[in-house]
T-cell receptor, first 115, second 114 residues
Framework: NAGVMQNPRHLVRRRGQEARLRCSPMKGHSHVYWYRQLPEEGLKFMVYLQKENIIDESGMPKERFSAEFPKEGPSILRIQQVVRGDSAAYFC?????????????FGQGTRLTVV | AQSVTQLDSQVPVFEEAPVELRCNYS??????LFWYVQYPNQGLQLLLKYLSGSTLVKGINGFEAEFNKSQTSFHLRKPSVHISDTAEYFC????????????FGQGTELSVKP
């Protein structure tokens, strides 16, 4: 059973370009969470999705950021018109249930560098 | 609102010494508590979790943590560390009615020296 797969592992974008980060959850998991880790900081929650639904996006910046988890295929975190401050590690986690006592499994992250 | 504070950003220790990584949380509702470890350029791996029952929780790699409700703490301990324990450690809480999302502390960098 493969773990949570994120790709790419490293992504370099110029200011103003779009970044697309992909997350394939573990088999059987229908709940996906995205977190951002800025340099020297802990992980900050961004968004929680179930298949085809955004459940909680309270941590998403109001502009330029969007997320989806379609019926088929991976979850996508999209950042439009990237700026230097978007440089960070973005982690995806998945769980079989969206409850507080269920372990979430993390991917290895995508490290975005904006130049 | 909930918050998690890890009191030490860096903890240097010598190999085979004991270590304690401190974590305090703030919440007006019930929470579940977790410790994760992150090795360089890797994702997070669950070390242990407290859901209910015994307040002393044992995890992988010889780590354990004790939940103290009165002090709102969940400190992580290991009686004898190895070089391979060098990593970043994160304390986190999940909150009822928030669908399993985690609130993380700032992390503690454990550096084990020979």
């Amino acid at each position: 059973n493969a773990g949570v797969m994120q790709n790419p592992r490293h992504l370099v974008r110029r200011r103003g370009q779009e970044a697309r980060l992909r997350c394939s959850p573990m088999k059987g998991h229908s709940h996906v969470y995205w977190y951002r880790q800025l340099p020297e900081e802990g992980l900050k929650f961004m968004v929680y999705l179930q298949k085809e639904n955004i459940i909680d996006e309270s941590g998403m910046p109001k502009e330029r950021f969007s997320a989806e988890f379609p019926k088929e295929g991976p979850s996508i975190l999209r950042i439009q018109q990237v700026v230097r401050g978007d440089s960070a590690a973005y982690f995806c986690a998945s769980s079989p249930q969206g409850s507080m006592n269920t372990e979430a499994f993390f991917g290895q992250g995508t490290r975005l560098t904006v130049v | 609102a909930q918050s998690v504070t890890q009191l030490d950003s860096q903890v240097p220790v010598f190999e085979e010494a004991p270590v304690e990584l401190r974590c305090n949380y703030s919440s007006s509702v019930s929470v579940y508590l977790f410790w994760y470890v992150q090795y360089p350029n890797q994702g997070l791996q669950l070390l242990l979790k407290y859901l209910s029952g015994s307040t002393l929780v044992k995890g992988i790699n010889g780590f354990e943590a004790e939940f103290n409700k009165s002090q709102t703490s969940f400190h992580l301990r290991k009686p004898s560390v190895h070089i391979s324990d060098t990593a970043e450690y994160f304390c986190a809480v999940s909150v009822s009615n928030q669908g399993g999302k985690l609130i993380f502390g700032q992390g503690t960098e454990l550096s084990v020296k020979p």
